[in-house]
C-alpha cells in the first residue's frame, strides 16, 4: 500500500499533475512507477519510506527507486 504524507506540484502533464512527494509504502515491492498513482506523475526528488525496514528510497530521473543508504536500485517497472 502506498500512502502520500505530502506532496508539492510542480506543474501538469497531460491532465495529470507533476508532483514530488513524501510517501509511505509497507514494503518495497509496493513503490510505485512514476505514473502509478492515480491522477499524478511522480517526479525525481521523490522520497518513499519503507516502514518495515526503515529504509528511505529516492526516486531517479530514470522512474527507479535508490535505497539511501545501500545504493541498491530497484526498478519497479520490471516487476509488472
Do not use: C, H
Not at 516502514?51 to 530497484?74: A, C, F, H
Amino acid at each position: 500500500m502506498v500512502t502520500i504524507l505530502k506532496e508539492r506540484f510542480r506543474s501538469f502533464e497531460d491532465s495529470k499533475s507533476v508532483v514530488v512527494a513524501e510517501l509511505a509504502v509497507d514494503v518495497k515491492t509496493d513503490l510505485p512507477v512514476p505514473d502509478g498513482i492515480s491522477g499524478r506523475v511522480l517526479s525525481q526528488g521523490t522520497l518513499a519510506w519503507e516502514i518495515t525496514t526503515g529504509e528511505l528510497y529516492g526516486l531517479g530521473s530514470d522512474g527507479k527507486w535508490v535505497n539511501q543508504t545501500t545504493g541498491d536500485v530497484y526498478d519497479p517497472a520490471g516487476e509488472e
